[in-house]
């Protein structure tokens, strides 16, 4: 749960939200679509996969409510752009065991299940809601790291509503770096090599390591994370051959017992 220093910042961050829910209507009085807006913001604030899982007030369009969560899907042609898969049972659970008490989280994934995007889309809900978070996300190349936080994270907020884009405001520049403007929060894309030296200094939140199984130098990643507080997520389908490879089949099977401090615990129900 947030501690008592993300309470009181909230507070104030809670009549910033009033003033931006009042300020907009959608064809109902505007006393009720102010109240229904704020009570979204106030229930996402606590747990990602409400976020995730979010609607808009509803229209007569979308008598339940528009989802928020918009998300490309490249294989499909008909339907590029789909709506977060709420009833995937298994991006519950997993959403649950990226937030639990251990702040290791390793997962094998097939292709094509979504679970590198609902990594990212838990990121922009860390960043969205919680005050100077400092996240870290890797890929061999620096290119397809920046490819995968604008992919997953800015279209994403860029297809929300324009109320919500404004309560949780993101900076469209520079290409590697996403700031939540209202938390002071950041997402920052690197390539693996980062390992070498910026890692070994970092005081980031959070490290996100997108198929740790390609990267030969993610156990470089992992000795650098190891003596911080910092969260380490890494994923990756199968791969053998390269040190991260074989580093990242031992952590799967074998796992690693760290604990995160009390504060940092997120509560994730349906």
């Keep these: 749960m947030p ?3 993300q309470d009181a910042v909230y507070k104030q961050r809670r009549e910033v939200w009033r003033d931006i829910v009042y300020d907009m209507t959608s064809g ?9 807006r704020l009570a979204k913001l106030e ?3 606590n747990n990602p996969w409400a976020f995730k899982t979010g609607r808009d007030v509803p229209t007569e369009e979308w008598p339940d409510g528009k989802p928020i969560i918009w998300t490309p899907d490249e294989r499909d042609d008909e339907a590029p752009v789909k709506s977060y898969p709420a009833t995937y049972d298994y991006l519950f659970h997993l959403t649950k065991e990226r937030w639990g008490k251990e702040r290791f989280f390793f997962a094998n994934k097939a292709r094509q299940l979504y679970v590198s995007t609902d990594s990212l889309l838990d990121i922009f809900w860390y960043i969205s809601f919680r005050e100077e978070r400092e996240v870290i996300v890797s890929k061999i190349k620096e290119e397809a790291a920046i490819k995968l936080i604008n992919d997953k994270i800015r279209v994403p907020f860029s297809r929300m509503p324009a109320w919500v884009r404004t309560a949780i405001t993101q900076t469209p520049d520079p290409r590697n770096v996403i700031t939540c403007t209202e938390t002071g ?4 894309a690197v390539a693996q090599n980062f390992a070498e030296g910026d890692a070994r200094g970092i005081t980031g939140s959070l490290v996100f390591v997108d198929e740790a199984a390609f990267q030969p130098m993610f156990p470089k990643i992992y000795r650098a994370i190891l003596p911080m507080a910092a969260r380490l997520w890494a994923v990756s389908t199968a791969n053998i051959g390269n040190p991260g490879a074989a580093l990242f089949k031992q952590l799967i099977f074998e796992g690693v017992d760290t604990r995160v401090e009390e504060d940092e615990e997120v509560v994730v129900e349906r």
């Design 28 to 36: 109902v009085t505007r006393e009720e679509v102010a109240r229904a």
């Design 43 to 45: 229930e996402w604030r």
């Design 185 to 188: 929060s950041t997402v920052t």
């Design 3 to 5: 501690n008592k220093r």
